[in-house]
């Protein structure tokens, strides 16, 4: 790993309730990224940040709100979580934008 | 809209028996494609990144290589722990920057002993 935590690695909530995600990077990366993989899709990009308070949406971006207060964090918080948001969550970083991405482990979210 | 179509879906192999996994992409032009590894419960692994038709790049038992439409992404003699699914993406010119990456669905690769 590219010293990339995601947390936590598996999470079930409930219809309604706000959830959120952290990535932790120690490699000082300026761009971090947060997709979502789902069956019979490529990875989709949620929101990316390019540099501390610094972000953006990506395709899928609905339902879904960041936020980086430090270089080494990145939060995806759901604000009220559906059913359609159930999907394993990987965030990414590099150093470049046009360089590869190198991404965590990703972690499985269950709305119930 | 740019768009990448891996195929197979599924591969199932036997232990030596060599072959090649296909990317094929549409893009406006393109800046890069990128090929990645995924093991079951881990996040994509980078393994090589193309910028111009005719360039190669191996690793080990593999080998990519690209076209203007499409790159291959060739493993020779393959061994039980090349099973992974194979990611790729692409990056155009007219959309700079990763937040433009596009990946396709991937081919989920089985090596039998």
């Known amino acids: 790993d590219a010293g990339i935590t995601q947390s936590p690695r598996h999470k079930v909530t409930e219809t309604g309730t706000p959830v959120t995600l952290r990535c932790h990077q120690t490699?000082?990366?300026?761009?971090m990224y947060w997709y979502r993989q789902d069956p019979g899709h490529g990875l989709r990009l949620i929101h990316y940040?390019?540099?501390?308070?610094?972000?953006d949406k990506g395709e899928v971006s609905d339902g879904y709100s960041v936020s980086r207060s430090k270089t080494e964090d990145f939060l995806l918080t759901l604000e009220s979580a559906t059913s359609s948001q159930t999907s394993v969550y990987f965030c990414?970083?590099?150093?470049?934008?046009?360089?590869?991405?190198?991404f965590g482990n990703g972690t499985r979210l269950t709305v119930t | 809209e740019d768009q990448v179509t891996q195929s197979p879906e599924a591969l199932r192999l036997q232990e030596g028996e060599s072959s090649s996994l296909n990317c094929s992409y549409t893009?406006?032009?393109?800046?890069?494609l990128f090929w990645y590894r995924q093991d079951p419960g881990k996040g994509p692994e980078f393994l090589f990144t193309?910028?111009?038709a005719g360039e190669e790049k191996e690793k080990e038992r593999l080998k990519a290589t690209l076209t203007k439409k499409e790159s291959f992404l060739h493993i020779t003699a393959p061994k039980p722990e090349d099973s992974a699914t194979y990611l790729c993406?692409?990056?155009?010119?007219?959309?700079?920057?990763?937040?433009?990456?596009?990946f396709g669905t991937g081919t989920r690769l089985t090596i039998i002993p």
């Open positions: 990414a970083i590099t150093d470049r934008d046009n360089s590869p991405l190198h």
């Open positions: 490699e000082n990366h300026r761009y």
């Open positions: 940040s390019y540099g501390v308070k610094d972000t």
């Open positions: 893009v406006s032009g393109l800046r890069g």
């Open positions: 193309l910028y111009s």
């Open positions: 993406a692409v990056q155009a010119v007219s959309n700079f920057g990763n937040e433009k990456l596009t």
